[in-house]
């Protein structure tokens, strides 16, 4: 079964520090990962889309790794601002599927 | 702001009733996907259209039906409410259609309650 997983569910941190969101996932074939952030009651903004040969891809602080091989990915986020407080989704596309598989998401928290 | 707006913002329903969403695309998009979100899940995809035709579908039952119009705005129809059906129903639009990279433009999301 195609499905993404995030972990942790939940984060806080002091804000200026730095964090690492989780994602697996067991989507096949892969087309690509996508990691959107989105604020409470407000539709998902795009951060970053990695495909297969893409190991890393940044913008501005947030930085996203992709490993294919093991399935996994982390977005990094760099000097957090309290404006980062937000879910933050990761979603795998399936080759030649017109879906997006979408994880449950990571609420980070950023505490001054 | 992603230029994608859906209307109303909020909404409240009762059991057995029917509701309308709306979704304006982004200007130049032809492609609109609807989700639906649970409070602390993330979303659902429910269907996508593409040049006015149902180009693909989740796992949602006949009850829940769309159209997109000649300007590629977009409604989404659900008949006979569920208590389940309270969510975040969210519209993105996208060009040509789910391409490598491409990337879809959320709109707000209307709110719905059922009670």
């Known amino acids: 079964k195609n499905q993404v997983e995030q972990s942790p569910q939940s984060l806080i941190i002091l804000e200026g520090k730095n964090c690492t969101l989780q994602c697996n996932y067991t989507v096949s074939p892969f087309s690509n990962l996508r990691w959107y952030k989105q604020d409470t009651g407000r539709g998902p903004v795009s951060l970053t889309i990695?495909?297969?040969s893409e190991n890393t891809k940044s913008n501005g602080r947030y930085t996203a790794t992709l490993d294919a091989d093991t399935k996994q990915s982390s977005l990094h986020i760099t000097a957090s601002q309290l404006s980062d407080s937000a879910s933050y989704i990761c979603v795998v596309s399936q080759k030649g599927n017109y879906q997006l598989i979408w994880g449950a998401g990571t609420k980070l928290i950023i505490k001054p | 702001e992603t230029g994608v707006t859906q209307s109303p913002t909020h909404l409240i329903k009762t059991r057995g009733q029917q509701v309308t969403l709306r979704c304006s695309s982004q200007s130049g998009h032809n492609t609109v996907s609807w989700y639906q979100q649970a409070l602390g899940q993330g979303p659902q995809f429910i269907f996508q259209?593409?040049?006015?035709?149902?180009?693909g579908r989740g796992n949602f039952p006949p009850r829940f039906s769309g159209l997109q119009f000649p300007n590629y705005s977009s409604e989404l129809n659900v008949n006979a409410l569920e208590l389940d059906d309270s969510a975040l129903y969210l519209c993105a639009s996208s060009l040509v259609g789910l391409a490598v990279q491409e990337t879809q433009y959320f709109g707000p999301g209307t709110r719905l309650l059922v009670l």
């Open positions: 990695m495909t297969f």
């Open positions: 259209y593409y040049r006015e035709e149902e180009n």
